[in-house]
């Protein structure tokens, strides 16, 4: 039997990876005023040259509201998103496993006092039916969601999970690559995830103010939050190179998060020589059996979320950025050009969502804004100029981690993402678009070989010959 993943022994989790130093970022926020123009057009023009900005920056810009400053930062984290990622977005769906959860966190629908959801753990056979849907809407990457409960056999679970997910193959596919955001682990555990040949691990702070922290998680183990903080820290020193952030904003002043984060990422880089592959940026919605879901204690609104999308993209200009289905359809398009480089469709947050295709409102983890089916999404997308990927090779080639940032500095990821977003968008119209989304993503993609250099061009009609022939899994 596996240990229970609470990640709080002396010997695999040391109780203090580091600590957020709250009392300076206030200070910084405090002093901090409308910026002077002049100001806010350097670090722009810093930030176009791709190597990153700093607290003083950030603060800066996240105090910008006059709206010709705002337009000059929005223009600015567009140029920044199509030098590093053209006009990719990577695609893929989550798989909720189990709503079980032993924590007692009041924005969540899955908290554990929540008499108004209606509780399920998938057995294998309902994660290989769920995995056969999602297989034939064309998704070829998961992210799997499981509550967090003290249970000995978690973990166990979870693997059996993922080793069933990738046995299946259904019609023209399978799944590629499986993500996870589970519960934290220990060193020893996470050693066994990684050992199941998962891509990135993923897990959210919620919220880096501990005083805010303290007051939403109640019981559990997520209300140990030194313990989520030093997660990160021991899934890479168990071999991760790939892991994902997040906050859910809403919770805390949504500035104090922005440095908390980059703090969190300075650490992780010191550390470990790079840091996470992503940063996802969920905003607290309408939960069932949540009051506070439907009344965030610091909301915020749809232009300083945006404002947020690209702060982020200039400070941190190789880290991908994901967007959820939370958010409505609109709000998603204007992120896209903002700095977004990955986005979750056709989602469902319960357990069994999409083999029964039924309202799961009393079983989902919260409420989503864009319910359009993967299809609807992928049409629009292309529609917008952007080429949807279905691209999977760097896990599966090794470019993680160091790796993976060693290429995407200098621009030479872009040899690779392009002519593979191109072959696993192809894919996708082949064998699983409907006519109209055909027609556009041919366009599309005729439109994108026609915008890149000689060579990359060359290499993506080779691919893509291959696959109009009849090949599958084709990739650099």
């Not at 967007?323 to 469902?348: H, K």
């Not at 997308?381 to 952007?386: D, E, M, R, S, T």
């Not at 090794?398 to 940032?405: L, S, V």
Request: proline fraction near 5%; charge should be neutral.
């Amino acid at each position: 039997m596996s240990a229970a993943p609470h990640g709080r022994s002396s010997k695999t989790a040391p109780r203090k990876e580091f600590a957020v130093r709250a009392d300076l970022i206030r200070s910084v926020l405090r002093d901090r005023r409308a910026p002077d123009p002049a100001r806010v057009r350097d670090i722009l023009a810093k930030a176009g040259e791709l190597h990153g900005l700093g607290w003083d920056d950030v603060a800066a810009l996240s105090a910008v509201t006059d709206p010709a400053l705002l337009q000059s930062l929005f223009d600015a984290a567009r140029r920044v998103k199509e030098t590093i990622y053209g006009r990719r977005l990577v695609l893929f769906a989550p798989l909720y496993i189990s709503n079980l959860c032993h924590n007692e966190c009041l924005y969540c629908a899955f908290r554990s006092r929540n008499r108004s959801l209606r509780r399920r753990s998938l057995t294998l056979d309902e994660v290989e039916r769920e995995t056969r849907v999602l297989i034939d809407q064309g998704h070829k990457r998961l992210l799997v969601v499981a509550g967090e409960t003290a249970s000995d056999a978690y973990l166990d679970g979870v693997l059996a999970a993922i080793e069933r997910i990738y046995s299946v193959r259904h019609g023209q596919g399978e799944i590629r690559r499986v993500n996870v955001n589970i519960a934290p682990l220990t060193v020893d555990q996470f050693r066994r995830l990684l050992a199941a040949h998962i891509g990135t691990y993923q897990l959210f702070q919620e919220t880096y103010d501990r005083e805010v922290y303290e007051r939403v998680h109640l019981r559990g183990q997520k209300a140990d939050y030194e313990g989520r903080l030093g997660a990160m820290d021991r899934a890479m020193e168990a071999g991760f190179g790939d892991v994902g952030i997040g906050v859910l904003f809403g919770l805390a002043d949504w500035r104090f998060e922005l440095l908390a984060v980059l703090e969190h990422i300075a650490h992780l880089e010191k550390k470990f020589g790079v840091g996470p592959h992503t940063i996802s940026v969920p905003r607290l919605e309408p939960a069932v059996g949540s009051a506070m879901s439907a009344n965030p204690p610091t909301p915020v609104s749809d232009a300083d979320f945006l404002k947020i999308v690209a702060i982020l993209r200039l400070a941190v200009p190789y880290t991908g950025l994901i967007m959820s289905t939370r958010e409505s359809p609109e709000v998603r398009r204007q992120t896209f050009a903002l700095g977004v480089s990955q986005i979750s469709a056709g989602s469902r947050t319960n357990p069994g969502g999409y083999a029964e295709n039924a309202d799961g409102a009393d079983a989902e983890q919260f409420s989503l804004g864009d319910h359009r089916p993967l299809d609807e999404v992928i049409r629009d997308i292309a529609g917008l100029g952007y080429v949807p990927s279905f691209c999977t090779a760097c896990y599966r080639l090794g470019r993680t981690g160091r790796d993976f940032m060693d290429l995407a500095k200098p621009g030479d990821i872009k040899r690779h993402c392009d002519p593979n977003a191109l072959s696993t968008f192809l894919e996708y119209l082949l064998d699983y678009a409907s006519p109209d989304t055909l027609a556009r993503g041919e366009d599309a993609i005729r439109r994108q070989l026609d915008d890149m250099d000689p060579a990359a061009r060359r290499r993506a009609e080779t691919m893509i010959s291959k696959v109009r022939s009849g090949r599958r899994d084709v990739f650099c």
